[in-house]
């Protein structure tokens, strides 16, 4: 099977753009999660969609916000960017309840 | 929620020699406990994984042990190679419990040959 795919995987954006990201799953994965990584703080969960829904939400700002849809493609949103939301952004799909796998990421630089 | 302390932040070790690293979690009900490696640039990719109903899991030169009882559970590699230099995360969650997988911050293992 393919591996989970993110578009894109650079983006430079300035200060109060706002920013979608792209996550397509493993075929036959239903939950798709999102996390935020930056030197220091490892993987912070941002959230978790199974079947169009938001199952989970870390402890971010409502600028943050993500989608679903009925192939299980994910996207993610944040606007009004600023600095600190320079990060790489990984999404990880699996079957429900198991191991996670992880794309490649998408390296947003905010300037 | 569920809170995942990694030790330690970084680890330098000689080839050939073994590598522990360890993890605890606060959420008693966590059942699900796995390994990522990743390298520099590169996506975490899982490395093993061990449930709750298990003591200790084996690949290899890798091993995972769990203490429910303590809720700590440890990253044991054995034979150290060059090509283990990573970034290791530990993480937990419940597995039928709606709850997402929640990462320690990582330790730096750096193998000198």
């Known amino acids: 099977k393919a591996g989970v795919t993110q578009t894109p995987r650079y983006l430079i954006k300035t200060r109060g753009q706002q920013v979608t990201l792209s996550c397509s799953p493993i075929s036959g994965h239903r939950s798709v999660s999102w996390y935020q990584q930056t030197p220091g703080q490892g993987l912070q969960f941002l959230f978790e969609y199974f079947s169009e829904t938001q199952r989970n939400k870390g402890n971010f700002p409502g600028r943050f916000s993500g989608r679903q849809f009925s192939n299980s493609r994910s996207e993610m949103n944040v606007s009004t960017l600023e600095l600190g939301d320079s990060a790489l952004y990984l999404c990880?799909?699996?079957?429900?309840?198991?191991?996670?796998?992880f794309g490649p990421g998408t390296r947003l630089t905010v300037l | 929620g569920e809170n995942v302390e990694q030790h330690p932040s970084t680890l330098s070790v000689q080839e050939g020699d073994s590598a522990v690293i360890k993890c605890t979690y606060s959420d008693s009900a966590s059942n699900y406990f796995p390994w990522y490696k990743q390298e520099l640039g590169k996506r975490p990719q899982l490395i093993i994984d061990i449930r709750s109903n298990v003591g200790e899991k084996k690949d290899q030169r890798i091993a995972v042990t769990l203490n429910k009882t303590a809720k700590h559970f440890s990253l044991h590699i054995t034979e150290t190679q060059p090509e283990d230099s990573a970034v290791y995360f530990c993480?937990?969650?419940?597995?039928?419990?709606?709850?997402?997988?929640?990462f320690g911050k990582g330790t730096r293992l750096s193998v000198i040959a």
């Open positions: 993480a937990a969650s419940r597995i039928s419990g709606n709850t997402p997988l929640v």
């Open positions: 990880a799909s699996s079957p429900w309840g198991q191991a996670q796998f």
